[in-house]
């Protein structure tokens, strides 16, 4: 089991961005709330200071792409997507 960096309990801010992939993909903030409680694992994103977080939802595997803000500790997330 992953050992969750300090950022995984900060409060979480969510984008402009997220809530519109939130109506493309048809999930909820309380279902990505959850799929962040749920969660298993987490790693580096491609993408400089934003991790990736797995998680399941509805039966499938997604993916939480998250970017801490340090300075305001929030735990800020990008987006939310099924993988396939």
Not at 6 to 20: F, N, P, R
Not at 24 to 51: I, T, Y
Request: hydrophobic content about 45%; aromatic content about 12%.
């Amino acid at each position: 089991m992953a050992t969750w960096p300090a950022w995984w309990d900060w409060e979480l801010e969510l984008g402009s961005h997220l809530y519109k992939r939130m109506a493309d993909r048809g999930f909820s903030e309380v279902e990505l709330r959850r799929m962040l409680s749920v969660a298993s694992n987490f790693r580096k994103d491609v993408v400089p200071g934003r991790w990736i977080i797995e998680s399941r939802h509805e039966r499938k595997a997604w993916e939480v792409i998250v970017e801490p803000d340090s300075s305001a500790q929030l735990l800020v997330v990008i987006t939310a997507y099924p993988v396939s």
